[in-house]
């Protein structure tokens, strides 16, 4: 298992995707934080870019991060 996690990060940190199992479909995975990464996302998922993406965040702290302001509400979740 640890190999396989080095290969993901690697293939992250180049820029590629990855897939990941959720609870009922898999799901298509990239650094967030990379331009070129996000755009190979949008061409496999053939879809446009004005539509909106899922962004997963370990914690507020990191949610803090790359969001301006985080409602209440979404703290308290």
């Keep these: 298992m640890q190999q396989e996690i080095k290969n993901c ?35 496999l998922k053939q879809r446009e870019d004005n539509k909106a993406l899922i962004c997963l965040a370990a914690d507020d702290r990191m949610l803090k991060k790359y969001v301006k302001e985080v409602p209440q509400v979404a703290l308290d979740i």
Excluded: H, R
């Design 9 to 43: 990060l690697e293939v992250l940190l180049n820029g590629g995707l990855i897939l990941y199992p959720t609870d009922t479909v898999w799901g298509i995975g990239c650094d967030a934080t990379n331009p070129e990464a996000i755009k190979k996302v949008y061409q």
